[in-house]
């Protein structure tokens, strides 16, 4: 009876032993699966961020279907695929953009090398939470997915333009069988070591834990490789310290960030990112701080200094980088000196081009309204019916002089400031101030829209009230107003006129059209075009005129109310 309890005790002890051994390693399984999982996920976010800064936010939004043999196109696909080769693990690189409710691609860096590869303008079907939170901050798939091409972990991060609007998304794909292959021999061990437990339980454990410092190795080569991808980028690299007393300290930087400012990279860990601003920029840093931390993605130009105290400009990216529990400061900077030494320049020949031509403008209207003047007095002491034919076509001609340097005159203005935004209503009241426009009843439908537009905007909107009064004879109202759909908004302005015919729609934007040949539409349309907004007509003749200014996506906005 004894010997029999003996053994009813040693077989329980056994299977207390066995499944405790069978707890412990499902435990260490469950976490290597989990650490190494994570540890790929934090890695794709890191080279999404990394890939989408060096990406030209402004050149990537005017990538259209069809383009794919464009230069932007072609730049930006050479980018995805030289991240690609350096890091063997990614299978695919490539940039998303949302369309209504859902997502296209737009440059895949295997375009033109591989036919299966999409292009710009192909849907991604079921795109999951995480691709959309991909437009907001840098983010990676909790599982795996699969589609077209195949399972993969996915990592995403926003691709912003120069306003710090969001433009699309990078897109970093690794392989299933990448993580899979390890997860799956973790599996299959779990399940031999928890066979083989009933016999060699310890020698299980001794295996397991063997096996779990092979697959820490591959880990810590994973990094290696994404370290080099770190070291190598052309922008400098930041990864600071979010918390604490030692905010803004930072923890790490690569080779350009050192090379950029003439530090090491062992002096920049020694300071803070402070350090390196302008004193006029030092106070502005925990502002900057507390929206960082907030989750606000941040982008602007500041002045960094350089070891020897020279100042030089940046553009500078930062947001806030999870790794784990641990908060951290991602700031990619880039030197923009080159760049504000050529719009400088450049600023300085447009200045001195523009007072060469006011001056040259000015000495040619004054010799032609002398010359009028001895046409005129020529012609009233002539009573010759042949020289006062002759006067009248010189006449002819002045005017002609006259009408092309108020063209000239115009045109040389467009594109001499910087777009801005406008408020279209208050622009449109400045524009129609300069005419008589009191006897036209005027409806607005704007709701404080805002576009982004050559500083002549106002000419545009005079110019058409001015089309109204000279060719709408029978107009009574004109309407200004909108309407919006998936990718653009159409500023809209109507007169309830005579209409304008359907064979001269396109006609009347033309240079020689019309009495008054250059000073009309053909400039709205140039001034418009500025900025990317088209203008066409769309009126039904007999019922007025209508002309529409389409504004593409990010021209647009809706400003506070009061």
């Known amino acids: ?93 490539y940039t998303m953009r949302k369309n209504g409710d859902s997502v296209v691609f737009v440059v895949d860096g295997d375009y033109g090398y591989d036919s299966d590869s999409p292009g710009i303008g192909q849907a991604y079907p079921d795109a999951e939470p995480e691709l959309f939170m991909g437009f907001i901050t840098p983010t990676a798939d909790q599982e795996f997915t699969t589609d077209t091409w195949g399972t993969v972990l996915s990592g995403f991060a926003p691709i912003r333009d120069r306003a710090g609007n969001v433009v699309g998304i990078v897109g970093i794909d690794m392989d299933s069988s990448v993580v899979s292959t390890e997860l799956n021999r973790l599996n299959i061990i779990l399940y031999v070591i928890g066979l083989l437990a009933m016999i060699f339980a310890v020698i299980g454990i001794i295996i397991f834990d063997h096996r779990r410092a092979i697959d820490e190795q591959k880990i810590e080569e994973s990094e290696k490789k994404y370290r080099l991808l770190f070291e190598r980028a052309g922008d400098a690299i930041f990864l600071l310290d979010a918390d604490g007393e030692e905010q803004g300290a930072i923890i790490a930087a690569n080779k350009a960030a050192a090379d950029m400012h003439g530090f090491t990279i062992e002096e920049l860990q020694r300071m803070k990112i402070t350090d390196l601003d302008s004193p006029a920029e030092r106070s502005r840093a925990p502002e900057r701080f507390i929206q960082i931390l907030d989750g606000v993605w941040l982008h602007g130009e500041l002045t960094h200094l350089k070891k020897d105290g020279t100042e030089f400009p940046v553009e500078v990216s930062s947001g806030k980088f999870d790794l784990g529990t641990k908060r951290y400061i991602l700031v990619i900077d880039r030197d923009i000196s080159e760049r504000k030494k050529t719009d400088d320049a450049l600023h300085r020949v447009t200045a001195k081009l523009s007072l060469l031509n006011s001056v040259t403008f000015n ?72 005419i008589d426009f009191s006897k036209i009843e005027r409806n607005t439908h704007l709701d404080n829209l805002e576009i982004y537009a050559d500083s002549l905007l106002e000419r545009v909107f005079q110019m058409l009230a001015e089309n109204v009064l000279r060719h709408a004879k029978t107009a009574t109202r004109v309407t200004l107003g909108y309407e919006q759909d998936r990718e653009s908004l159409i500023l809209f302005f109507e007169d309830n006129g005579v209409g304008i015919p359907d064979t001269i729609k396109e006609k009347i934007f033309e240079r020689e059209f019309g009495s008054h040949k250059g000073l009309e539409l053909f400039l709205v349309r140039a001034i418009l075009g500025i900025t990317g907004i088209t203008i066409r007509e769309t009126g039904t003749p007999g019922s007025g005129a209508r002309f529409e200014m389409v504004i593409p996506h990010g021209g647009y906005r809706f400003g506070q109310r009061n």
Do not use: C
């Open 363 to 434: 000495d040619i209207q004054n010799a032609v309204f002398t010359l009028d003047g001895y046409n005129t007095l020529g012609k009233a002491f002539s009573d010759n019916e042949k020289v006062t034919d002759a006067f009248n076509k010189s006449k002819e001609s002045i005017k002609k002089i006259t009408r092309s340097l108020n063209f000239a005159k115009s045109y040389q203005d467009l594109g001499a400031q910087r777009p801005q935004w406008q408020d279209v209503n208050l622009v449109f009241i400045q524009g129609i101030s300069h």
């Open 1 to 93: 009876m004894q010997q029999k309890s003996s053994r009813i005790i040693s077989t329980v002890l056994i299977l207390l032993f066995l499944i405790l051994t069978i707890i412990i390693v499902y435990s260490i399984s469950t976490e290597t699966q989990h650490a190494l999982k994570g540890a790929v996920q934090d890695k794709l976010v890191a080279v999404a961020s990394a890939t989408a800064s060096q990406i030209d936010g402004d050149s990537y939004a005017r990538i259209r279907e069809g383009e794919e043999s464009t230069a932007e196109f072609t730049h930006i696909r050479d980018q995805l695929r030289s991240i690609k080769q350096a890091t063997p693990d990614i299978r695919y690189v």
